[in-house]
């Protein structure tokens, strides 16, 4: 049964750390999304790649956040330095891009707490 | 720019009754359409998707969507709602241009006994 992990689960933290959010795309999936979701905001799409290369992060601040792929099996979300603005779930999705069919597996998501 | 709408934040039935969670798009070219479900505490989960073909697609749980072009709508629908139907649903389109889907503001399903 593939799934999309994502670690950690919870994550508490003060304002000013660095938080690094982890994800494994399901194996043999070509594209990793991730989303930011919040009561206030909704579900937001913050970067996504595909085979690797990220194709788009204008959802992302740029000046705290990053997101790599340094390789197949695993997807980083970084936010240098948080804020308490940044308490959200954060999912990870991964997906198979052909033609026509754009089904995104979704992890069980990441709860940041900035404090 | 492609865009859906939920016009329902949250929607009530009583179990055994018919449901409908409301989705209507704006997509320039064919819509490939989505429907996901989050329950508490867990990602979306896919529904079902249409991308052509027959007009009413089915999907998981006994949920079926229909598409309708003339009014852009791709309306959720069940037959006879059960309790652990309650949950979140999303309706979202594929931006034709990327890989990326388009989601709506969530539809809150509440399912009473």
């Known amino acids: 049964d593939a799934r999309v992990t994502q670690t950690p689960r919870h994550k508490v933290t003060e304002m000013g750390q660095e938080v690094t959010m982890r994800c494994q795309p399901i194996l043999g999936h070509n594209t990793v999304f991730w989303y930011r979701q919040t009561m206030m905001q909704g579900l937001e799409l913050l970067a996504y790649f595909r085979n690797r290369a990220p194709l788009d992060d204008s959802g992302m601040p740029k000046d705290r956040f990053s997101a790599e792929m340094p390789d197949a099996t695993l997807a980083t979300l970084k936010i240098q330095p948080s804020e308490p603005r940044d308490s959200a779930v954060y999912f990870c999705?991964?997906?198979?891009?052909?033609?026509?069919?754009?089904?995104?597996?979704f992890g069980p998501g990441t709860r940041l707490t900035v404090l | 720019a492609q865009s859906v709408a939920q016009p329902e934040d949250q929607v009530n039935v009583a179990e055994g009754n018919p449901l409908t969670v409301k989705c209507t798009y704006s997509?320039?070219?064919?819509?490939?359409l989505f429907w996901y479900v989050q329950y508490p505490n867990r990602g979306l989960q896919f529904l079902l998707k249409?991308?052509?073909?027959?007009?009413l697609v089915k999907g998981s749980y006994g949920f079926e969507a229909e598409f309708n072009k003339s009014q852009t709508s791709f309306h959720l629908k069940k037959p006879s709602a059960l309790v652990s139907d309650s949950a979140l649903y999303f309706c979202a389109v594929r931006d034709p241009l990327a890989d990326k889907l388009i989601f709506g503001t969530g539809t809150r399903l509440q399912v009473f006994p």
């Open positions: 999705a991964s997906g198979l891009e052909r033609a026509g069919s754009n089904e995104q597996f």
């Open positions: 997509v320039s070219g064919n819509p490939y």
């Open positions: 249409y991308i052509t073909g027959d007009n």
